[in-house]
C-alpha cells in the first residue's frame, strides 16, 4: 500500500451541526493512515444555507493539517448526486471513497472495501443487506419496510445482482470514479444507482461487502413526498441502460 493515496469526498447541505465532528474524525483518520496512505478530503457544500461551510472552514483551521482538505462549495442547491460528482472531480488520487456527512459508516468500516479493491475489484461498496452486515441499532419498522420496498422496486427496474446500492459508502479506484462521474446525469439521491449501471456496462467489477452501519434517524429522503421522483429518476436510469445496451448489441 506504500505511496498510494486516497480522496474522501463527502457531500453536505445543511450539515452544520455535524461540521466540526467530522472534520475531526477525517483528520484522525488522516494520521492514522500515514505514510502508508496519503489522505485528503474533498468536502462538498451543495448550497447550504446554516453556516455549513463557515463552520467547515473553522473546523479545518483547526486540524494538524489544513492541507489535506479541500472545501468546495456550490453557490445553490443542486442534489447529492451533483455534489458527489464535483468532489470526485476533482479529486487526483489513486483512490476516492465516498463518504456521508453523518458517518452512518464509520472510517474504519474503509479496510474491508480496500480488501476487495486489492483483489481486484473496481469498486467495492458498503452493504447493509449481506449476511456480516450490522446495523447499530437496527431501523424502525417503519423505514425498514420502506426500505425494503424501494430494494424489491429497484430490483425488478434495474441491478437485480446488487442488494444495497443506496449505502453511502463507496470506494472507487480514482480513474474509474473520474470516468464514470463525468458522465453522471441523476443529479439527486439516487445517482449511485446510474453510476452502478453505467459500471455494469462498462464492465467493471462491483464487489458489495458487509458494512456496519449506525442508523441515523435524521434521514433527508422523504420516502412519500420523493416517491415519483424516485419513479421517474429509476425510469431515466432503466432507459439508459437498455439503450446502451442496444447500442452495443
Same mark, same amino acid.
Request: a positive charge.
Given at each position: 500500500m506504500?505511496?498510494?493515496?486516497?480522496?474522501?469526498?463527502?457531500?453536505?447541505y445543511r450539515?452544520?451541526?455535524?461540521?466540526?465532528?467530522?472534520?475531526?474524525?477525517?483528520?484522525?483518520?488522516a494520521?492514522?493512515?500515514?505514510?502508508?496512505?496519503?489522505?485528503?478530503?474533498?468536502?462538498?457544500?451543495?448550497?447550504?444555507?446554516?453556516?455549513? @461551510?463557515?463552520?467547515?472552514?473553522? @473546523?479545518?483551521r483547526?486540524?494538524r493539517?489544513?492541507?489535506?482538505?479541500r472545501?468546495?462549495?456550490?453557490e445553490?442547491?443542486?442534489?447529492?448526486?451533483?455534489?458527489?460528482?464535483?468532489?470526485?472531480?476533482?479529486?487526483?488520487?489513486?483512490?476516492?471513497?465516498?463518504?456521508?456527512?453523518?458517518?452512518?459508516?464509520?472510517?474504519?468500516?474503509?479496510?474491508?472495501?480496500?480488501?476487495?479493491?486489492?483483489?481486484?475489484?473496481?469498486?467495492?461498496?458498503?452493504?447493509?443487506?449481506?449476511?456480516?452486515?450490522?446495523?447499530?441499532?437496527?431501523?424502525?419498522?417503519?423505514?425498514?419496510?420502506?426500505?425494503?420496498?424501494?430494494?424489491?422496486?429497484?430490483?425488478?427496474?434495474?441491478?437485480?445482482?446488487?442488494?444495497?446500492?443506496?449505502?453511502?459508502?463507496?470506494?472507487?479506484?480514482?480513474?474509474?470514479?473520474?470516468?464514470?462521474?463525468?458522465e453522471?446525469?441523476?443529479?439527486?439521491?439516487?445517482?449511485?444507482?446510474?453510476?452502478?449501471?453505467? @459500471?455494469?456496462?462498462a464492465?467493471?467489477?462491483v464487489?458489495?461487502?458487509?458494512?456496519?452501519w449506525?442508523?441515523?434517524?435524521?434521514?433527508?429522503?422523504?420516502?412519500?413526498?420523493?416517491?415519483?421522483?424516485?419513479?421517474n429518476?429509476?425510469?431515466?436510469?432503466?432507459?439508459?441502460?437498455?439503450?446502451?445496451?442496444?447500442?452495443?448489441?
Amino acid at each position: 500500500m506504500s505511496g498510494r493515496s486516497l480522496t474522501i469526498v463527502v457531500p453536505l447541505y445543511r450539515e452544520a451541526a455535524r461540521a466540526e465532528r467530522l472534520v475531526r474524525a477525517l483528520d484522525e483518520f488522516a494520521m492514522a493512515r500515514a505514510p502508508q496512505l496519503a489522505v485528503s478530503a474533498a468536502l462538498v457544500d451543495d448550497g447550504s444555507d446554516d453556516g455549513t @461551510a463557515d463552520r467547515l472552514a473553522a @473546523a479545518i483551521r483547526a486540524t494538524r493539517d489544513s492541507s489535506r482538505f479541500r472545501l468546495i462549495q456550490h453557490e445553490s442547491n443542486r442534489g447529492k448526486g451533483a455534489a458527489v460528482a464535483t468532489g470526485v472531480l476533482a479529486a487526483t488520487t489513486d483512490l476516492v471513497l465516498m463518504s456521508d456527512a453523518d458517518l452512518s459508516a464509520p472510517l474504519s468500516q474503509f479496510d474491508p472495501l480496500l480488501a476487495a479493491v486489492d483483489a481486484g475489484a473496481d469498486i467495492a461498496i458498503g452493504s447493509r443487506d449481506l449476511p456480516g452486515s450490522r446495523l447499530e441499532p437496527p431501523q424502525p419498522l417503519r423505514r425498514r419496510l420502506l426500505a425494503w420496498s424501494f430494494r424489491a422496486l429497484r430490483r425488478h427496474v434495474l441491478l437485480p445482482d446488487i442488494r444495497d446500492t443506496q449505502c453511502g459508502f463507496k470506494l472507487f479506484r480514482g480513474d474509474v470514479a473520474r470516468s464514470l462521474f463525468s458522465e453522471l446525469a441523476t443529479t439527486g439521491w439516487l445517482f449511485d444507482c446510474e453510476i452502478l449501471v453505467r @459500471a455494469g456496462l462498462a464492465g467493471l467489477r462491483v464487489v458489495e461487502t458487509p458494512i456496519v452501519w449506525r442508523n441515523d434517524p435524521d434521514s433527508r429522503v422523504r420516502p412519500l413526498r420523493d416517491a415519483l421522483p424516485t419513479l421517474n429518476a429509476l425510469r431515466r436510469i432503466a432507459r439508459l441502460q437498455s439503450g446502451e445496451r442496444r447500442r452495443t448489441e
